[in-house]
């Protein structure tokens, strides 16, 4: 079960005006509960763990079986919510390098559709010539430019090297239930498809099979994942008092902070595997909060890494920000520093000891010294780097997410501002439909 420490905020804002938002806590649990808050038709997250099925899971374990069964890789073709979720969770969870060696266990899951690289696009075709490779199609509207353009190629290139018959097996759409393109393609060439429920928008959907085919792909356990997440939908829910509650203290916590100047929230980790559980986060918030002109900056660094990058930053820069440091408990393997005769590195003060009593007290240090330095420092402290605490951890996120938004008066499940770029680049290509916008774009230039 993870747990939370805000006891490094006071000094910057206090316990009594965090536990002052309790009414507002209580009063964002209940619209969401009862569906009465902003973005109500977008709530499908909330008790999603819960009521996943045997038979729901069973059928994307048996998917999962057959692209591990007949693909060396298997590219998961996605943007936004619709692929950071899954990313978030197999980076955690994998071993950072098996994908290097010859004797896998599992296909080498990569991602595409997330950028309009040409280079990146064309990198991933040459090296997928000689491979058996499947693709999940992952959009919920179906439309999305850049996951369809990188579809197009995969789909062709699948299809030209594996068979029309192969490819039909090793291509599956997570998608909409009836509208976009990704739809009536998956429906035209009888591809197995799995639905993204109506009322579940992309940055909540990593428990819905948008997140869970490629978890199970990737030869991770998505019954334990989707446990640990039923035990944080629990321990967040709105009848735990306010004060053992998580995701309410996180919310009220990080609130506070904002409304004393602290506008970007820094979400450390001190492990590499959770950089993308950083950039699932960073959309998270960013997506759901950042509107109206209000909003919380997510940032996110890796230590020890960027603590030589950064670092400096974050010690004396300006005092606009605050931390929220994502600690393990434990490691997943044991590893000790080696004595040496010569010693000429000095090191032998650390000779015996674990790695990880290094990086923890890096850790520790790090936070006196950002404190001391004027940032204010909460800490969410997870078990291990395990199915059921990641589970557990995305779920806090986002019912803290939910409070949170509806604290500052958001309706933190729409994206409106997403839109304005789309429109310029359209306007740009001379989609058919635009020919008005196109007009007003080429006058700009
Ligand atoms: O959270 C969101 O709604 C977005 O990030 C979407 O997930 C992203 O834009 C991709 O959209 P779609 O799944 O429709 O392709």
New binding site residues.
Partial sequence: MISLNIEKTFGFISKENVFAYEAQVKAAQEALENGTGKGNDFLGWLHLPSSISKEHLADLKATAQVMRDNCEVVIVA?????Y?GARAVIEALSNSFTWLQDKKTAPVILYAGHNIGEDYLYELTEYLKDKKFGVIN???????T??ALAFRLLKKQCEDQRGKEMAKKVIVAI?DAKK?A?RITADNEGYKSFI?PDNV?????VLTP?GLLPIAIAGFDIEKLVAGAVAMEKACGKDVPFAENPAAIYAATRNELYKNGKKIEILVNFNPKLHYVSEWWK?LYG?SEGKENKGIFPAAVDFSTDLHSMGQWIQEGERTIYETVISVEKTQHSLQVPSDEANLDGLNFLAGKHVDEVNKMAELGTQLAHVDGGVPNMRIVIPALNEESIGGLLYFFEIACGISGYILGVNPFN?PG?EAYKKNMFALLNKPGYEEESKAIQARL
């Fill in positions: 996605g943007i936004g919510g619709s950071l992952i959009s919920k509207s179906g439309t999305t850049e996951t998608t976009g990704a993204i928008g992309g940055r909540f959907s948008v959309q997506e994206q997403v």
